[in-house]
């Protein structure tokens, strides 16, 4: 409607006009509010998913840091065993030759 059919009404149309348009103003207000509502809701889940994504990466760095310490760990072990494993192949070398030196002197 423009401007000159709306002087052609009279007041009480012009007055359900404005109550029309007032509805209509409510509900908007209304709908706009439940739709700020529904998407700080969502930018709450974003949030929530960024800082789950945070935890697991931080996660998977303290898994890897462990992964390495037990590597490390089991690679020392190893090394300490190679190094046993030698000692008491000297020692048995050792012992044995004893043991035979001990035979030809009888």
Avoid: C, H, P, W
């Avoid at 509805?23 to 509502?37: G, I, P, S, T």
């Avoid at 760095?61 to 089991?74: G, P």
């Amino acid at each position: 409607m423009d401007t000159k059919d709306l002087k052609k009404l009279k007041r009480g149309d012009l007055l359900e006009i404005l109550v029309d348009i007032s509805e209509e103003n409510d509900r908007l207000r209304q709908e706009n509010a439940e739709l700020k509502e529904k998407l700080e809701e969502k930018r709450l889940i974003m949030n929530k998913a960024g800082s789950i994504a945070e935890a697991s990466l931080r996660l998977n760095r303290v898994f890897e840091a462990v992964q390495d310490a037990a590597d490390q760990y089991l690679a020392s072990i190893r090394d300490i065993n190679i190094m046993k494993r030698e000692e008491l192949r000297k020692l048995q070398e050792m012992t044995g030759k004893n043991d035979d030196a001990e035979e030809n002197e009888e």
